[in-house]
C-alpha cells in the first residue's frame, strides 16, 4: 500500500532555531518527493522538489535531503521565523500517473 | 499566488445535495487533480483529468465525478452529500509530459455538509 508517514505531527520551536521533518515512504513506483508548506485553510505551496536520483535540494532556509534507499526524507528549516509557522506536508509521486501520496503533515509552530 | 484560482471559497450544503466545485488552471496547464482534505489530515487524491478525460482515480465512490473542459478548467461534482464530505477541496493544475512536473494548488474551497 502506498503510503506517506511524518514525524513529529507537532512541533513548537522559539524563533530563531532549526527544526528537522522526518518522512517515510512507502511508494512504487516512485517518481518524485516533494515538500509543501500549507497556512490554515490554504492550499499547499510547494517548497522543494527531488528526483530519485537527487540527494538534497535547498530554498532558502528550506533544505530537504533524500534517500531513496532508506526511502526517507527530510526538510530542515534554519533560524525559523514566526511566519514558519505551518502545516509541513511531504508528498511522494508514483511515476507515470502523477498521483501525489500526502503525508498528514508536521504542524510547527514558531515562538516568539 | 499560483494562477490557480477555485471557486466558490465556502459552501454550505445541506446532506443529500449535490454540488458543483470549480477550479481554473494555470496558463500551459493540461491536468487538473482534484484532493479532499479532511481537518487534520492530509489530502487525498480523488482523481486526475487530463485532456478531459480521467486519467487515475483514488479510492472515492461513484458519486464524486468530475469534467475537465478544453480550455483545461475541471469542475468536480459531489452527488448525495453526506456529512462526512465536509472538508477542504483542493484542485492542483500540472503539465503532464515534463520530466518533473510542478504542481499548483489553488486556495482550496471549504465545504461544509450539515
Known amino acids: 500500500k502506498n503510503q506517506v508517514e511524518q514525524s513529529p505531527q507537532s512541533l513548537i520551536i522559539l524563533e530563531g532555531k532549526n527544526c528537522t521533518l522526518q518522512c517515510n515512504y512507502t511508494v512504487s513506483p516512485f517518481s518524485n518527493l516533494r515538500w509543501y508548506k500549507q497556512d490554515t485553510g490554504r492550499g499547499p505551496v510547494s517548497l522543494t522538489i527531488?528526483?530519485?536520483?537527487?540527494n538534497t535540494k535547498s530554498n532558502g532556509r528550506y533544505t530537504a535531503t533524500l534517500d531513496a534507499d532508506t526511502k526517507q526524507s527530510s526538510l530542515h528549516i534554519t533560524a525559523s521565523q514566526l511566519s514558519d509557522s505551518a502545516s509541513y506536508i511531504c508528498?511522494?509521486?508514483?511515476?507515470?500517473?502523477?498521483?501525489?501520496?500526502f503525508g498528514t503533515g508536521t504542524r510547527l509552530k514558531v515562538l516568539a | 499566488e499560483t494562477g490557480v484560482t477555485q471557486s466558490p471559497t465556502h459552501l454550505i450544503k445541506t446532506r443529500g445535495q449535490q454540488v458543483t466545485l470549480r477550479c481554473s488552471s494555470q496558463?500551459?496547464?493540461?491536468?487538473v487533480s482534484w484532493y479532499q482534505q479532511a481537518l487534520g489530515q492530509g489530502p487525498q487524491f480523488i482523481f486526475q483529468?487530463?485532456?478531459?478525460?480521467?486519467?487515475g482515480r483514488g479510492n472515492f465512490p461513484p458519486r464524486f465525478s468530475g469534467l475537465q473542459f478544453p480550455n483545461y478548467s475541471s469542475e468536480l461534482n459531489v452527488n448525495a452529500l453526506e456529512l462526512d464530505d465536509s472538508a477542504l477541496y483542493l484542485c492542483?493544475?500540472?503539465?503532464?509530459?515534463?520530466?518533473?512536473?510542478?504542481?499548483?494548488f489553488g486556495q482550496g474551497t471549504r465545504l461544509t455538509v450539515v
Open positions: 492542483a493544475s500540472s503539465f503532464f509530459g515534463g520530466l518533473r512536473t510542478e504542481a499548483f
Open positions: 483529468y487530463y485532456r478531459e478525460e480521467e486519467n
Open positions: 496558463s500551459g496547464h493540461n491536468t
Open positions: 527531488m528526483t530519485f536520483s537527487e
Open positions: 508528498v511522494a509521486e508514483t511515476s507515470g500517473t502523477y498521483k501525489y501520496i
